[in-house]
């Protein structure tokens, strides 16, 4: 992972970049931009990100893909990202389902992950990763407050350094998700604070109140509401 490196002054979007690029073909090329023009988020929102502040990146995986392998990788990259961060600035970090990564309750990285497929079969992944590293301030207003690692820790940090520690631990994550998605699946859970709350979840037009009873083999997510399980496939979650 990330040993083809590109590095990219300004795109509209990384994820775009990979996704329609036909030169990119090798597993684990990363391409990260110091600015994206057309940063997107999910539920066609708009990923906003200072430039040269920040971390906006994505990879691509094109091999051992499975179709359990795109909500595993979403999953697992937000462990990977809160195990990073955890790692060197000793902050306390959380995943937020479906593939938030939160500290102190805010928001410092939001992944998408995309998909290309030919015929039936998906020969493409892409997964795009966000984290607010040293921007250290964010006006407008945000679904979720949001937050930088600076702010949380108080002091500027070194983008390079997170990064290359984010890539080898995506390496052993990739692994691990092609070989033994229960464990990632695990890791996720271990690191998910919501599990066991009351929480609101909004799919696209209806909204639904439960308990987050836990994710599913697929990484869905189950609701309880009173003694029925309920799939949520996709969805903002908030505590109520
Ligand atoms: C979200 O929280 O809704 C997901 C945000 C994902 C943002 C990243 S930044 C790098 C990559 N390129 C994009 O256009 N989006 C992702």
Redesign the pocket.
């Known amino acids: 992972i990330g040993r083809n490196f590109i590095y990219v002054d300004e795109v509209?979007?990384?994820?775009?970049l990979l996704l329609n690029g036909k030169e990119f073909t090798q597993n684990g090329t990363v391409v990260l931009?110091e600015h994206?023009t057309?940063?997107?988020?999910?539920?066609n929102?708009e990923?906003y990100?200072n430039s040269g502040q920040n971390l906006?990146?994505?990879i691509l995986i094109n091999e051992y893909i499975n179709p359990k392998l795109i909500n595993i990788l979403s999953l697992g990259s937000a462990v990977v990202v809160a195990q990073s961060i955890e790692n060197l600035f000793q902050l306390n970090v959380e995943v937020k389902w479906p593939?938030?990564v939160l500290i102190n309750r805010k928001?410092v990285?939001?992944?998408?992950t995309e998909s290309t497929s030919k015929g039936n079969v998906i020969n493409k992944i892409v997964v795009?990763?966000?984290i607010n590293v040293n921007q250290p301030n964010f006006p407008g207003k945000f679904e979720i407050a949001p937050t930088s690692i600076r702010k949380e820790f108080k002091s500027e940090v070194s983008r390079e350094r997170l990064l290359s520690e984010l890539l080898n631990n995506f390496e052993e994550m990739f692994k691990e998700a092609s070989e033994k998605p229960k464990n990632v699946l695990n890791d996720w859970r271990s690191r998910c604070k919501m599990i066991g709350e009351k929480i609101k979840v909004v799919e696209d037009d209806k909204t639904k109140f439960g308990v987050f009873d836990d994710i599913d083999d697929d990484g869905f997510l189950i609701l309880k509401i009173g003694d029925k399980k309920e799939k949520i496939h996709f969805g903002d979650v908030s505590l109520r």
């Open positions: 509209d979007s990384t994820n775009s931009a994206q057309k940063g997107r988020g999910r539920k929102r990923w990100s906006t990146f994505s593939n938030d928001k990285c939001g992944i998408l795009g990763i966000g």
